[in-house]
């Protein structure tokens, strides 16, 4: 007989990204729930991959990734943060952002401390933080617009605080950390041991007249955080499940530590496609535009129905209202609702609720936009019904 297994994660079931995916494909609808494009990425990467395959490159890498690839993340951040990071000693590549963020929490949370996380969240934050032994602190961000509470994290600060989590461009609310934003926070931590953790994976996706700002370009952050981002999502690559983490050099040596263990290394040819093809900027500093454009042409197409946009300032996300629907079904919940959408409109979307640890319900839920022109206009085909 099998022995019992006690759960260290008893109240996790499947994420709703796979819940929402497996309805949109029984129902045959448009997923624009899950966080990823639909179209090909540049033939030129996928040409870089085979030739590195092709010049044998298919054996095991540095343990830190390789060293072209390290060097280019630190021109790039250096180019656009003016912050140096020393690719040897403090650039990581991992597997993914998810792996980064994982690996930076077991680095650093010990059994019993705590970490704030501002909710709504990305999903795995905070099994990542129990995993960890960690004790989770919601501060949820300010209902509607999404801004950040700081008094509400100062008052969340207690001496067992190891760290908090940040994210911008933020999932699931598609808003921005501003540079007076930063600054606050730097005032907050500056007297403090409290680390880091900046999730920047859409830092490409900012739109006019915006630009992204980085936690790298604050000294009094950047002594204490690790920055972490994706090649995945910039590249329109995301089943390659490749990332960087950038930290000072003693926070990086504990980071590859965990790292080491966790997964060890990263697919060698991907990487050196990826070093390749960032000798040329222009790929992800067109990336703006080339979502600006999706964006606008969605919510134009969604502000022909009743859908109340909120405000999309980066990322590839976009949050409506449903308080102004001519459907009965908006009174069931979001949750609900998204299945409802799903089975009877034909088109997926994710609950804002389930970036809630507890399921704060607000009426709101998320697309996705990373879509093909002709995908994400026959969705808007489809909500023109309500």
Not at 166 to 181: G, K, Q, V
Not at 212 to 238: D, M, N, Q
Not at 330 to 354: D, H, M, N, R, Y
Request: glycine share 4%.
């Amino acid at each position: 007989m099998t022995p019992d297994l006690n759960s260290k994660l008893p109240h996790v079931g499947t994420t709703i990204f796979t819940v929402m995916s497996a309805l949109a494909l029984e129902h045959k609808a448009v997923n624009l729930g899950q966080g990823f494009p639909d179209f090909a990425c540049a033939p030129e990467l996928v040409q870089h991959v085979t030739n590195a395959m092709n010049e044998g490159l298919n054996q095991y890498p540095s343990m830190l990734g390789v060293q072209e690839l390290r060097v280019a993340v630190s021109k790039k951040i250096e180019a656009l943060y003016h912050k140096t990071y020393d690719a040897n000693s403090e650039i990581t590549i991992t597997a993914g952002a998810t792996q980064a963020i994982l690996s930076a929490i077991l680095a650093i949370v010990r059994t019993g401390d705590e970490v704030i996380v501002l909710e709504p969240c990305y999903d795995s934050y905070i099994p990542n933080i129990e995993l960890s032994g960690g004790i989770v602190v919601p501060v949820p961000l300010t209902p509607g617009s999404f801004k950040v509470d700081f008094d509400a994290i100062q008052k969340a600060i207690t001496p067992k605080t190891r760290a908090l989590i940040i994210n911008s461009p933020h999932n699931p609310s598609a808003t921005l950390w501003r540079a007076e934003d930063y600054q606050r926070l730097s005032d907050l931590l500056k007297d403090t041991d409290i680390f880091l953790i900046s999730d920047e994976v859409y830092e490409h996706m900012v739109f006019a007249p915006h630009h992204h700002i980085s936690a790298a370009s604050f000294p009094v952050l950047a002594e204490r955080a690790f920055i972490i981002s994706s090649f995945g999502k910039t590249y329109h690559v995301t089943g390659w499940k490749v990332a960087y983490c950038a930290a000072p050099a003693s926070l990086t040596a504990e980071f590859r530590k965990i790292h080491q263990f966790n997964v060890f290394t990263v697919n060698t040819p991907v990487q050196h496609a990826l070093a390749r093809y960032m000798q040329d900027p222009s790929p992800y500093l067109q990336l703006p535009a080339f979502y600006q454009r999706k964006r606008d042409l969605f919510r134009a197409g969604l502000e022909q129905t009743h859908f109340t946009l909120l405000p999309c300032e980066g990322s590839y996300f976009q949050c409506v209202r449903l308080e102004d629907l001519n459907v009965p079904e908006k009174s069931l919940g979001e949750s609900k609702f998204c299945e409802w959408l799903t089975q009877e409109i034909g088109v997926a979307a994710i609950p804002l609720s389930a970036f809630y640890r507890h399921g704060f319900d607000q009426g709101i839920i998320r697309f996705c936009f990373a879509k093909k022109d002709e995908t994400l206009n026959l969705a808007l085909e489809r909500l023109a019904k309500l």
